[in-house]
């Protein structure tokens, strides 16, 4: 019994004072952000191509740039055959259905794997989660795609993997 509460114990401390591998951005809106949102009507046309069947990798997650040196970053993928997203947090892998059209993006409820993964940023993880429980409208481009919420803040950046 105290070995399973010190352990819980020393599992949530090393949580706490792990040192987060995500840096505030310097701009809320970098030259990604800026790249990826366009306001043009055929920018609209193409968007929602753009999002589907392409490997994402996250670069900002709700202000917060993730560092280059993270190994396992999260991403994302959208099928447009079976109209399914599926990714990882960095450590667990996570998938579920999506419904988008040229502005709108709805994603429906995710089941995730649940490892346990010691050499991961649990911050990312949880960032990166709650981010996508937010999205209501993206903007994509072949290189960048932009999650936000339905106010239009930007809740995620991702890069096109390569």
Request: glycine share 4%; aromatic share 6%; net charge positive.
């Amino acid at each position: 019994m105290i070995k399973t509460w010190l352990t819980g114990t020393c599992l949530c401390a090393s949580v706490l004072f792990t040192g987060c591998a995500v840096t505030p951005s310097t701009s809320s809106t970098d030259s990604t952000t800026k790249t990826a949102v366009t306001s043009s009507s055929s920018a609209n046309a193409s968007t929602a191509n753009a999002l589907l069947d392409r490997n994402w990798t996250a670069t900002e997650i709700n202000g917060f740039q993730i560092s280059t040196q993270v190994a396992n970053k999260p991403s994302l993928k959208f099928d447009s055959k079976t109209q399914r997203f599926s990714g990882t947090d960095g450590c667990n892998r996570m998938m579920g259905s999506f419904k988008a059209d040229a502005e709108s993006l709805q994603l429906g409820a995710a089941a995730s794997t649940k490892m346990m993964c010691p050499n991961t940023d649990q911050n990312i993880s949880v960032q990166y989660q709650q981010a996508l429980t937010n999205v209501s409208r993206y903007r994509a481009s072949p290189e960048h795609l932009i999650l936000m919420d339905q106010s239009g803040r930007i809740v995620m950046a991702l890069d096109a993997s390569k």
